[in-house]
């Protein structure tokens, strides 16, 4: 079977199944989740040995740490799988809402319901809890989906999908709801993309994968580029809470999209902050990059350059630019900003709310780290991606973002005159 059959075969099957979907009860598809989390437990050793052989061909190949990261599975990110599986199950589901219905003139009720997308295409790489939350989100907002993980995590990727299929049989559910690519052939991504049954794209991975992906891709595409996020530390900020934000927005994890990846300060900040935080970033082995007026601070830094406050780093790297003051701040995240995440820390509540307002990001903090762009930490359960587009959903892409609305009308005998 050539690989346009393949995809063929697949998109006919994810088209029945997102039929059967919509009138599936969320008892239903919340018993399917819990028996894929249960599963998920009890596969645990074959899990880690499948992600075991995939990290060991990762480093032969000498993907990059960060890559190596995001494909890396432990008993820690096990645990958090499932814990994710139990909450997407918890949450309230939101197809079938009905919203906004009221009577007009002539008699008749308009309102909208809440329905899902249709058939779905996840395309990733590296991270293999994405099978498994894009899977888990998909059902629970009645989409079917094909997924195409990338080739550096087949095994983990094969591993965690029978525990799928294995608790949507068990379910009673059609069990092509899901369905994986089970080819590492490039092909399958320039078919999926084009291919007539599938509603809408969502590309997780880097840069280069995504922008081919919007550029070639035939059906509407959910997507963010870069995460190129700021901290930004005002005049007026706490000191510990500046030290705090700046230093875990940074280190918590090296290879997330919600990384800061440069720091603003106000040159009239208390110098103690950047103090604590240069030596901090220094014991950490961060290396940093300052403009002109940071390296005449401190003289351990390397010299920043423009290409530098417009990467996404994904490492232990971060740029510090000293700026005049808020206005400063916010015109060069308008510049070299993706429309990520940004966060200030400021005591002052005026200049807080002054920079909600005039920074257009997905997600946009005061006094907290950009570490917490995440859709479980919004309550969303999981998130199938950080869309920094701003059609059709913007932000953490949780159950709601996967879902439309139609427009519903009930009458009892109208007729429009």
Same mark, same amino acid.
């Given at each position: 079977?050539?690989?346009?059959?393949?995809?063929?075969?697949?998109?006919?099957?994810?088209?029945?199944?997102?039929?059967?979907?919509?009138?599936?009860?969320?008892?239903?598809?919340?018993? /399917?989740?819990?028996?894929?989390?249960?599963?998920?437990?009890?596969?645990?050793?074959?899990?880690?040995?499948?992600?075991?052989?995939?990290?060991?061909?990762?480093?032969?190949?000498?993907?990059?740490?960060?890559?190596?990261?995001?494909?890396?599975?432990?008993?820690?990110?096990?645990?958090?799988?499932?814990?994710?599986?139990?909450?997407?199950?918890?949450?309230?589901?939101?197809?079938?809402?009905?919203?906004?219905?009221?009577?007009?003139?002539?008699?008749?009720?308009?309102?909208?319901?809440?329905?899902?997308?249709?058939?779905?295409?996840?395309?990733?790489?590296?991270?293999?809890?994405?099978?498994?939350?894009?899977?888990?989100?998909?059902?629970?907002?009645?989409?079917?989906?094909?997924?195409?993980?990338?080739?550096?995590?087949?095994?983990?990727?094969?591993?965690?999908?029978?525990?799928?299929?294995?608790?949507?049989?068990?379910?009673?559910?059609?069990?092509?709801?899901?369905?994986?690519?089970?080819?590492?052939?490039?092909?399958?991504?320039?078919?999926?993309?084009?291919?007539?049954?599938?509603?809408?794209?969502?590309?997780?991975?880097?840069?280069?994968?995504?922008?081919?992906?919007?550029?070639?891709?035939?059906?509407?595409?959910?997507? $963010?580029?870069?995460?190129?996020? $700021?901290?930004?530390?005002?005049?007026?900020?706490?000191?510990?809470?500046?030290?705090?934000? /700046?230093?875990?927005?940074?280190?918590?994890?090296?290879?997330?999209?919600? /990384?800061?990846?440069?720091?603003?300060?106000?040159?009239? /900040?208390?110098?103690?902050?950047?103090?604590?935080?240069?030596?901090?970033?220094?014991?950490?082995?961060?290396?940093?990059?300052?403009?002109?007026?940071?390296?005449?601070?401190?003289?351990?830094?390397?010299?920043?350059?423009?290409?530098?406050?417009?990467?996404?780093?994904?490492?232990?790297?971060?740029?510090?630019?000293?700026?005049?003051?808020?206005?400063?701040?916010?015109?060069?995240?308008?510049?070299?900003?993706?429309? $990520?995440?940004?966060?200030?820390?400021?005591?002052?509540?005026?200049?807080?709310?002054?920079?909600?307002?005039?920074?257009?990001?997905?997600?946009?903090?005061?006094?907290?780290?950009?570490?917490?762009?995440?859709?479980?930490?919004?309550?969303?359960?999981?998130?199938?991606?950080?869309?920094?587009?701003?059609?059709?959903?913007?932000?953490?892409?949780?159950?709601?973002?996967?879902?439309?609305?139609?427009?519903?009308?009930?009458?009892?005998?109208?007729?429009?005159?």
């Amino acid at each position: 079977m050539s690989v346009k059959e393949l995809i063929d075969v697949l998109g006919n099957q994810a088209k029945t199944a997102s039929m059967s979907l919509r009138n599936v009860s969320t008892e239903q598809k919340n018993r /399917a989740l819990l028996a894929i989390a249960q599963n998920i437990g009890d596969s645990r050793n074959d899990i880690l040995k499948a992600n075991q052989l995939d990290v060991k061909n990762a480093q032969e190949k000498n993907l990059s740490d960060a890559l190596i990261d995001r494909l890396l599975l432990n008993e820690e990110r096990i645990d958090s799988i499932i814990q994710s599986l139990n909450q997407i199950a918890l949450l309230e589901d939101p197809v079938g809402e009905i919203t906004d219905l009221k009577y007009r003139p002539s008699g008749i009720q308009v309102g909208k319901m809440r329905v899902p997308l249709g058939v779905l295409g996840i395309i990733y790489e590296s991270r293999p809890n994405v099978t498994i939350d894009a899977s888990a989100l998909c059902l629970k907002s009645s989409n079917a989906v094909i997924l195409r993980g990338g080739s550096e995590s087949i095994n983990s990727n094969q591993a965690l999908y029978k525990c799928i299929q294995d608790g949507l049989k068990s379910s009673d559910l059609d069990v092509n709801c899901v369905q994986l690519v089970n080819t590492i052939d490039r092909d399958a991504v320039t078919t999926l993309v084009s291919n007539e049954n599938v509603d809408a794209i969502i590309p997780r991975g880097g840069k280069g994968l995504v922008s081919a992906i919007s550029e070639s891709s035939r059906v509407p595409v959910i997507k $963010h580029l870069d995460g190129i996020c $700021h901290t930004y530390i005002d005049d007026e900020a706490d000191i510990k809470k500046a030290v705090d934000i /700046a230093f875990n927005g940074k280190t918590r994890r090296y290879g997330v999209c919600n /990384a800061t990846e440069t720091l603003l300060v106000h040159k009239n /900040a208390p110098k103690s902050i950047l103090e604590n935080l240069v030596k901090r970033y220094t014991d950490e082995g961060v290396e940093l990059r300052g403009c002109k007026k940071a390296l005449n601070l401190f003289s351990g830094m390397n010299s920043a350059n423009d290409d530098d406050w417009s990467t996404e780093y994904l490492a232990p790297i971060l740029s510090i630019k000293i700026v005049e003051n808020i206005d400063q701040a916010i015109a060069h995240i308008e510049k070299y900003g993706s429309g $990520h995440t940004e966060s200030i820390v400021t005591e002052n509540i005026s200049t807080g709310r002054y920079f909600l307002n005039l920074v257009d990001s997905s997600s946009v903090m005061i006094n907290a780290s950009t570490g917490f762009a995440d859709g479980g930490e919004y309550g969303l359960g999981a998130e199938i991606g950080i869309s920094t587009d701003k059609f059709h959903v913007r932000g953490p892409v949780g159950l709601e973002g996967l879902t439309s609305q139609k427009y519903i009308v009930i009458g009892n005998g109208h007729i429009r005159g």
